[in-house]
């Protein structure tokens, strides 16, 4: 059986290990998780192509990793519900991408299994989450031109 104050502090240690800087280390926060974990972003594939639907442990790191090269990730605890096997989760976004203000909210449901989370669901607005998205791909696309500016 699981423990509920210390899932409750599980809580708050994926908001602090989830708040990266630009360019930090994505592993604290998927220390958090097993290796099998699995992460859903409840979307429609059309809404959110990169993230809709279940992603495995790898591919939402390279997505976490990709976002975080661009920008910084600043999240906030709202509320927490925790009970022997399982977390919800609210928190809150306050970020800058690519020049533009990113604030959404955000409902999190995690499965825990032996102090570690086994699967993940994400509840957000997919709608400003779409356009986030695009605001990394253009931050990225902008950071390759000006690399290639530099190289020549």
Known sequence: MGNVEANRQLAHKIVETWSIDVGGDVDPFFNLFHDDATFTTM??????????GTLDKKGFRDWVYKETRVSATKLKVEGITADENRLALEASSDMVVNGNSYQNCYHWLF???DGKISAARFYLDTLFAKKAIEWVEEAEEAARTNLK???N
């Not at 429609?44 to 809709?52: D, H």
């Open 149 to 151: 500016k530099s190289v």
């Open 111 to 113: 499965e825990i299994r």
């Open 43 to 52: 979307a429609q594939k059309g809404m959110l192509p990169i993230l809709a």
